[in-house]
């Protein structure tokens, strides 16, 4: 019985938080299979170790690659063993954390991401109405004492009934305007169309549609010059 007991007890405590293929079950939203959806958007980066210790230096497997759109997300040194200040958006609004923590926790060495720095995606948490990102630079920077690092933000992203009646389209849409994958960053900065982008793709670069033509599997969106066409929800021409 106390073998029983003690086995129970460290697997409470080595249980992790949510992340990227977990499913949790104190996430609602995830029992209806909206953040299992929403967690394919974003394919996680694999870093190594170095002992015991996380190495965000070195990339095990690579993720898929985002765009930061916006400046005002603070990042450090990506193996700092400090706390990492994080950056909270809510409702369009990008705020950083505040208070003895947060001061205490800036080094001579953070900085905020800029717009169009490329990043990955290393961790993706969701708990009640706020999904956590950890973002790690693909690039690496050399500072003034000749040493080569990524930067590491910490960002959480504050969303209304997130795990009641918030789908993933919706969520994902809120996130875009703050990264976004490389395909829709450079449409929106291009204004132009693809074969092969998504409907929200799509509005993300030219703005919502004058007029939506449903065709069954084929759909229209049609604009004051021109019209674009999608099969199963792709961009397979453009008139």
Not at 13 to 28: D, S, V, Y
Not at 140 to 159: K, P
Not at 183 to 210: C, F, H, R, W, Y
């Amino acid at each position: 019985m106390r073998r029983m007991i003690v086995t129970a007890i460290l697997s409470l405590a080595f249980c992790p938080m949510f992340a990227i293929g977990q499913t949790p079950t104190e996430n609602k939203a995830d029992q209806k299979g909206e953040s299992t959806d929403f967690a394919s958007y974003y394919p996680a980066t694999k870093v190594g170790h170095q002992g015991l210790r996380i190495d965000y230096n070195r990339i095990e497997h690579p993720g898929a690659v985002f765009t930061v759109r916006v400046p005002g997300i603070y990042a450090d040194i990506a193996d700092t063993p400090q706390y990492i200040v994080n950056t909270e958006i809510e409702n369009s609004q990008i705020t950083q954390g505040r208070g003895f923590v947060a001061a205490m926790s800036k080094t001579g060495r953070s900085r905020e991401l800029k717009p169009g720095e490329t990043v990955y995606v290393t961790k993706l948490q969701i708990k009640n109405n706020i999904i956590h990102f950890e973002l790690l630079t693909t690039e690496q920077t050399v500072l003034g004492d000749g040493e080569s690092t990524r930067y590491r933000a910490e960002v959480n992203f504050h969303i209304d009934n997130l795990q009641t009646t918030a789908k993933a389209p919706e969520v994902k849409k809120i996130i875009d305007a703050i990264f976004t994958d490389a395909a829709t960053a450079n449409a929106v900065e291009s204004k132009t169309v693809d074969i092969g982008m998504s409907t929200e793709q799509v509005k993300q670069a030219l703005g919502n549609p004058d007029k939506i033509v449903n065709l069954g599997p084929k759909t229209i969106f049609v604009y004051k010059d021109i019209k674009v066409i999608f099969v199963d929800s792709k961009v397979s021409d453009v008139q």
